[in-house]
């Protein structure tokens, strides 16, 4: 035995380690909040795990009364020639007036219908002196789509102008939050993406063929949503869902940023805007522009890697 007593504890030290089991071995390095162990220099990070947050509970409910907004209700009173018959007894459309809007003469080569694809026919000393002189000094697209207008109006019948001025008649008798309520409801309608367009018209489709009771439940749930999160619907069914999370990164839009904006959104997956959701929870209100601004900057391709990056700082 030696004498020393540090050179005892030591051999003591060393002998009851030869003959401890295996995790013991370890405690003599271990310390309270200490990361080092022996052969190795930390210790191994979990990936941090992305909370999951859930939309309202409610979403079916507010889906399916934009559905029956769609087919029943807001769009269908907007007094527009683009949502009525066409000669011959041609409806524009069955389930929304909006089959043959504005964005038909946007797209490269498409025609609402063969009745409105001429457009040149349409003669300046037929219109009113006022329209002829605005056309005259309207820029090229806005000039284009009013004489698709005109086009359709002169091919009309007389009871067909007259039903169409029934119809204005009607629209100038709603009060002034319901027309303002139809009009954003057909401007939104306009800027959804053709496949979300589809989508929308086949659940109105069903919504109005579900039972008058049904459809009065859903429309009051709908009712029942706070205010913000019905206006969410309005951006479509992707968005509409995902909306309770993107709220504060859409409040407060600026003009130049919604268009861009919304096409960011739209061409996300569902789970990349549940993460862009957390990501916005966690960002102050005033960097909130800036992150709007660095989102539409991003290259599509790089999207993912940069939701990361952002959920890691």
Do not use: N
């Not at 969410?232 to 990164?249: C, E, K, N, S």
């Amino acid at each position: 035995m030696p004498r020393s007593p540090t050179i005892w504890r030591s051999t003591a030290g060393s002998r009851r380690r030869r003959t401890a089991p295996p995790i013991q071995c370890c405690r003599p390095w271990r310390r309270v909040g200490s990361t080092r162990f022996p052969g190795r220099t930390k210790r191994p990070v979990a990936p941090k795990r992305i909370p999951a947050m859930r939309s309202s509970r409610s979403w079916p409910a507010g889906l399916m009364a934009v559905a029956g907004i769609v087919a029943a209700g807001g769009l269908a009173g907007v007094p527009t020639l683009a949502a009525t018959p066409l000669p011959g007894g041609t409806a524009a459309s069955t389930a929304t007036p909006v089959d043959h809007d504005d964005r038909d003469d946007r797209a490269a080569g498409a025609v609402a219908t063969t009745a409105v694809a001429p457009v040149s026919p349409v003669s300046l000393d037929a219109l009113p002196a006022p329209l002829a002189e605005l056309l005259s000094r309207l820029p090229e697209a806005d000039a284009m789509r009013l004489r698709r207008h005109a086009v359709r109006w002169q091919a009309w019948s007389p009871p067909q102008r007259a039903a169409f001025a029934e119809r204005v008649v009607g629209w100038d008798g709603l009060d002034a939050d319901t027309r303002g309520g139809r009009r954003e409801a057909w401007h939104a309608w306009q800027a959804l993406p053709e496949p979300q367009r589809e989508r929308l018209g086949e659940m109105a489709r069903g919504f109005a063929q579900r039972p008058e009771a049904e459809r009065a439940e859903l429309r009051k749930r709908f009712a029942a949503l706070p205010r913000e999160q019905r206006r969410g619907w309005l951006l479509g069914p992707a968005l509409g869902a995902d909306y309770p999370l993107l709220h504060p990164l859409l409040a407060q839009l600026p003009a130049e940023q919604q268009a861009p904006l919304l096409d960011v959104l739209h061409s996300m997956s569902a789970a990349q805007r549940r993460q862009l959701g957390v990501l916005v929870q966690r960002t102050p209100p005033q960097a909130r522009d800036a992150l709007r601004r660095e989102l539409i900057a991003t290259p599509g391709e790089r999207l993912q890697q940069w939701l990361w990056e952002r959920l890691e700082r």
